[in-house]
């Protein structure tokens, strides 16, 4: 539609007139609900990481970039929150944190801790927001910016060009997701999950 109304006001300078036609709808799909004992059945397939990661999705809400993105510092355990930054529409929000998950969350902590400490030794930390590096030049060396969910592996910040750790790719939970399941036995299709 774009392209004639330009073609037509810049190429052949003719107004192009009204056009009496109506837009195709998109198609409304219906979305996939999982009943509690299917969630169990999934939950059961998983553990560690991934039982952590998916029962933060399920229990406080989160997409899976926003819990992908989550640092030490946006835990607050007294209060039973987590907070989101850069969540959907670029908007910070609170939202709940089970008490279930303390424990799962506190080891967590435990095992990216000495990730970050060993990135420190070499020079290297977590991937910091935006150009906030610049900024505060050590902050990657704080506790308190340590990503819950880190990568395996070193990548470049794609603001400032330094070496630094990113949280994990969001293929690797879909992954997992998807072999649990498949694993699980219920009736769904794991795209239609992921």
């Given at each position: 539609?774009?392209?004639?109304?330009?073609?037509?006001?810049?190429?052949?300078?003719?107004?192009?007139?009204?056009?009496?036609f109506n837009r195709a709808n998109k198609p409304r799909r219906l979305p996939v609900v999982l009943n509690r004992s299917e969630v169990q059945a999934i939950f059961n397939q998983?553990?560690?990481?991934?039982?952590l990661l998916f029962a933060l999705l399920y229990g406080s809400g989160l997409r899976i970039t926003e819990c992908l993105r989550l640092r030490v510092k946006d835990i607050n355990?007294?209060?039973?929150?987590?907070?989101?930054?850069?969540?959907?529409?670029?908007?910070?929000?609170?939202?709940?944190?089970?008490?279930?998950?303390?424990?799962?969350?506190?080891?967590?902590?435990?095992?990216?801790?000495?990730?970050?400490?060993?990135?420190?030794?070499?020079?290297?930390?977590?991937?910091?927001?935006?150009?906030?590096?610049?900024?505060?030049?050590?902050?990657?060396?704080?506790?308190?910016?340590?990503?819950?969910?880190?990568?395996?592996?070193?990548?470049?910040?794609?603001?400032?060009?330094?070496?630094?750790?990113?949280?994990?790719?969001?293929?690797?939970?879909?992954?997992?997701?998807?072999?649990?399941?498949?694993?699980?036995?219920?009736?769904?299709?794991?795209?239609?999950?992921?």
């Open positions: 539609m774009n392209a004639l109304v330009f073609l037509y006001d810049k190429f052949l300078q003719r107004p192009l007139g009204g056009l009496d998983l553990d560690g990481r991934n039982r355990f007294d209060a039973g929150s987590l907070t989101v930054h850069d969540g959907k529409g670029g908007k910070d929000r609170v939202t709940l944190l089970p008490s279930s998950l303390h424990d799962s969350l506190h080891q967590q902590i435990e095992e990216s801790l000495p990730i970050q400490l060993e990135d420190n030794q070499r020079g290297v930390g977590p991937s910091l927001p935006g150009v906030l590096g610049k900024k505060y030049p050590n902050a990657f060396r704080q506790p308190a910016w340590t990503l819950l969910f880190p990568s395996s592996g070193l990548c470049l910040h794609p603001h400032t060009g330094i070496n630094c750790r990113h949280h994990l790719h969001d293929s690797v939970p879909c992954k997992a997701l998807k072999i649990a399941v498949a694993n699980s036995g219920i009736a769904v299709t794991a795209e239609a999950v992921c």
